[in-house]
């Protein structure tokens, strides 16, 4: 197993966090991948990772809403957002079959793209409620992202979590589903339970989310996740 440290930590902010000040700054072209602790484009040049999570975009996309995502990805790209994260199937939230978001990505990806953004993808959530086979959504959602340069793919959100279905946060399991998925795409397996865990070492990179401790003076998250980027 590759040394924790050795291994990307991908922070995801939230829009208060990304500073209007940064302007448009397109991202590279290209498929990322990672190198020790960083992604970098295919030119080795090391890519600004600023995510801004957006759970419902693809399904803005998926029902009928495209202007929408359309206006928030408009906004993103120009405040310096260099990734948008998204969910491929929910049930809680918002209501999208696994069916309806595999349909939507390729577009959503396309109108990503269009504007210089990358997409992390997460296949599976509401597994317990949302009947869907976890192979085929991933594999089939593997496939669409391959196809497309600007696309990341996170197994599951909080693998671990009583949303998801039993048995599906083991390593061993998320490490069977991320086979799936061709070797180009960057992977990662999903975030553990404890921000400080190495359980899911085995993805392409780490997705933590970090705890919200108000330690510090209140600064205790801030604190971690300066920590993380090091």
């Known amino acids: 197993m590759r040394s924790r440290l050795q291994l990307l930590v ?3 902010l939230l829009a ?6 940064l302007g448009a700054e397109p991202a590279p072209e290209g498929r990322l991948r990672t190198a020790g602790r960083h992604f970098v484009t295919p030119d080795g040049s090391r890519f600004a990772w600023r995510g801004l999570t957006s759970f419902r975009l693809l399904e803005m996309v998926a029902h009928g809403r495209a202007v929408e995502a359309e206006a928030l990805l ?3 790209a120009g405040h310096g957002v260099t990734l948008v994260r998204v969910l ?3 049930d809680t939230l918002f209501k999208l079959s696994p069916d309806e978001g595999r349909a939507a990505l390729p577009r959503l990806l396309k109108l990503a793209a ?3 953004v990358y997409v992390e993808v997460v296949a599976l ?3 317990v409620k949302a009947p869907v086979d976890l192979r085929e959504q991933v594999k089939a959602v593997g496939a669409i992202c391959a196809g497309q340069d600007n696309c990341l793919l996170e197994i599951a959100n909080e693998p ?3 949303s998801q279905q039993p048995g599906l946060g083991a390593p061993t399991t998320l ?13 990662s397996l999903g975030s553990p339970s404890d921000d400080a865990s190495d359980e899911y070492a085995l993805g392409d990179y780490l997705t933590p989310h970090l705890q919200r401790s108000d330690d510090q003076g209140g600064w205790g998250h801030v604190l971690r996740m300066k920590v993380a980027e090091r």
């Open 160 to 162: 671990w979590h009583p």
């Open 114 to 116: 269009d504007r210089g």
């Open 16 to 21: 208060a966090a990304v500073s209007p000040g």
């Open 74 to 76: 408009d906004w993103a």
């Open 125 to 127: 959530a509401d597994t």
């Open 10 to 12: 991908a922070i995801t």
């Open 175 to 187: 490490a069977s589903l991320r086979a799936l998925v061709p070797r180009a795409v960057p992977v």
């Open 88 to 90: 491929a199937m929910a």
